[in-house]
């Protein structure tokens, strides 16, 4: 294991931890019933910090933007110039001060914190709460002073650290601690939209990366609770109503496949646009804990140039323009409306405010529909009414960046209620999922993950091939040369039978390469055998393996070299021999491993 994989594992275990009774912990390890329980609880704490972080972010935004009772601050007219540029910028040293203060008591300063897709991925489902709560905080200052950016990412992050925390203290198995997680995640989503579908389909495509029997039944139960949760403690949850449209019919997919095409496009702009402001904030060399202070001035200055719809996640202003009686704004509007939020997003993401970009790509979704509306007409009949395009973009941009097309198809579903627009989201939404899975490979997430160096694509556990290393799989015993010897030498110390290979060592003791018995005795040499040395005969000279080599990677390099074992040193700077690995034993460990995850999610296993 790595110093790096040492630290991250002792960060998320070695902590306090309150262990559920023996006998408790053995009937919930032993049973579906037990989990199916702990993921209502899951469920139900989560739909409470949902609701409270909501309910905190919008006290938040009434008090320090003095606005009326349940007004939001992204569907207000006016906001005076000295709140919109000072509240952002006061946030973002209230953020920095956070940030500072949260530096100081996490386990691993530094460290990128362990989201759930990553814990998923990578960890076992595993993740530190401390880090969670520490996350939700700083998102609620951020969406709170009115950052373009949305309360999705700590809904999910302190749920499903509260659902690890939980997984430890009854000791779940790994598959059962990814569930765990994954019914979390679902929660959060389900209360935050009132729409449970959406959250179960969160879970599978996005935090669990896969769907199973075993794990639906708990999944549908936490949405289900954290979405009741929600409703008793906030009250129904606004949807949006779309009115009356005309009948759907076949022509009518064609624009929605354009419609799909082209949020596929700018879903990537926008996720290449927050990486180019992020980069360019880095290149300032501003101290990290003061960009938050320029970015809130930056989305204050857009508010006021452009409009405040750009403040805050954008709930109030995602339904003022998919409303029929909301204000109707030509094409040049709805365009600066665009780009202004997506700036005010990137400014905000990029100099530290934390969040993400799920309600954001919804709403530039749904201006990115009308806007189609208004410009595509010459080139395409469309007989539906603007808003259900807002609804189809809505969906197709949100799968762009977040993922998921399943669960952005339910989501038009359960927050409009109407079957026919949701056969035309889907339309949409496979089509942006396609092209951007195609072309550039990335969610906004796994984006991320790969810009710090993780090559997961997904939450799909992956996990595990890093854990079952080439130290864990090579035999220690070691038959050993020197590459001075001679090739008679040689013959007498290994005659044909006694091995395949054998290992040779310069006179420091060192890697040199590895002799092929079977060639050796077969070197048409015999005359000058007691002249030849093994060094004549070595292969694989430069190819060798280290011990903190996963499987996956040491495979990759028996095919490279051609060869069926390969010695494993200290490092590639200190060469000394410690071990052998063949590729036949490689890839029997691999290949039932890799039947033991596939079992085990499907429920095929305990």
């Avoid at 203290?169 to 019914?183: A, Y």
């Avoid at 949020?263 to 990537?268: E, F, K, N, R, V």
């Avoid at 300032?284 to 405040?308: H, I, N, Y």
């Avoid at 310069?506 to 093994?534: C, Q, S």
Wanted: aromatic content about 6%; charged content about 15%.
């Amino acid at each position: 294991m790595t110093p790096k994989s040492e630290t991250v594992r002792r960060s998320l275990t070695e902590s306090a931890l309150v262990q559920a009774p023996g006998a408790l912990r053995a009937w919930v390890r032993g049973g579906e019933i037990g989990l199916i329980l702990l993921a209502a609880l899951v469920g139900c704490v989560s739909g409470a910090l949902v609701s409270f972080m909501g309910w905190a972010a919008q006290g938040a935004h009434e008090w320090l933007f003095g606005l009326d009772l349940d007004e939001r601050l992204s569907a207000t007219a006016h906001v005076p110039p000295l709140v919109a540029l000072g509240v952002p910028a006061l946030g973002g040293v209230a953020l920095g001060l956070a940030l500072w203060l949260g530096s100081r008591v996490r386990r691993v300063p530094g460290s990128p914190v362990i989201d759930p897709i990553e814990a998923n991925a990578l960890h076992g489902g595993r993740l530190s709460l401390r880090d969670s709560v520490l996350v939700a905080v700083q998102n609620l200052i951020s969406n709170g002073c009115g950052a373009s950016v949305g309360l999705e990412a700590g809904y999910t992050q302190i749920s499903a650290g509260f659902a690890s925390r939980l997984g430890l203290s009854f000791e779940l198995r790994r598959n059962d601690m990814r569930i765990l997680v994954g019914c979390a995640a679902a929660a959060a989503i389900a209360a935050a939209f009132g729409a449970p579908l959406t959250g179960a389909f969160y879970a599978f495509e996005l935090i669990i990366g896969t769907y199973a029997i075993a794990s639906l039944t708990p999944v549908v139960t936490a949405a289900l609770a954290g979405a009741f949760v929600s409703r008793a403690i906030l009250g129904h949850q606004t949807v949006i109503t779309i009115g009356p449209t005309p009948p759907v019919g076949p022509a009518d997919y064609l624009p929605t496949l354009g419609l799909g095409l082209i949020c596929a496009g700018l879903g990537i702009l926008i996720m290449q646009g927050v990486t180019l402001v992020e980069e360019g904030v880095r290149r300032t060399k501003v101290p990290p804990l003061a960009r938050p202070v320029l970015g809130g001035v930056a989305v204050g200055v857009l508010a006021l140039v452009a409009t405040p719809q750009v403040l805050s996640a954008g709930h109030g202003a995602l339904h003022l323009n998919l409303t029929e009686d909301g204000a109707a704004t030509g094409a040049a509007g709805l365009i600066l409306l665009f780009l202004a939020k997506a700036l005010a997003s990137a400014v905000s993401i990029g100099s530290g405010f934390r969040g993400g970009l799920f309600f954001a790509s919804l709403f530039l979704g749904a201006l990115a529909g009308k806007i189609f509306v208004m410009l595509a007409p010459p080139l395409v009949a469309m007989v539906l009414p603007p808003v259900t395009y807002a609804v189809v973009g809505m969906s197709a941009l949100a799968v762009a960046v977040i993922g998921g097309p399943m669960t952005m198809t339910f989501l038009a579903l359960e927050v409009t209620g109407d079957f026919p627009i949701a056969g035309l989201v889907l339309v949409a939404v496979i089509a942006s999922s396609l092209t951007v899975r195609k072309t550039f490979g990335y969610s906004f997430a796994t984006w991320r993950f790969h810009l710090r160096g993780e090559s997961i694509r997904s939450a799909h556990d992956v996990g595990w091939i890093r854990t079952l290393t080439v130290g864990q799989l090579m035999r220690r015993e070691v038959r050993t040369v020197r590459s001075d010897t001679t090739l008679a030498a040689f013959r007498r110390a290994f005659p044909l039978g006694s091995g395949t290979q054998v290992v040779a060592v310069d006179e420091a003791g060192l890697y040199a390469g590895i002799v092929l018995v079977a060639e050796a005795h077969a070197a048409p040499i015999d005359d000058k055998a007691a002249e030849t040395r093994v060094a004549d005969l070595l292969r694989y000279r430069d190819q060798v393996l280290v011990p903190q080599m996963n499987a996956k990677e040491a495979v990759a390099l028996f095919d490279k070299a051609e060869s069926e074992a390969l010695a494993v040193v200290e490092s590639r700077e200190a060469a000394r021999v410690i071990g052998i690995l063949t590729e036949k034993h490689t890839l029997k460990r691999y290949s039932d491993e890799l039947d033991r995850q596939r079992r085990a999610s499907v429920g095929e296993v305990a």
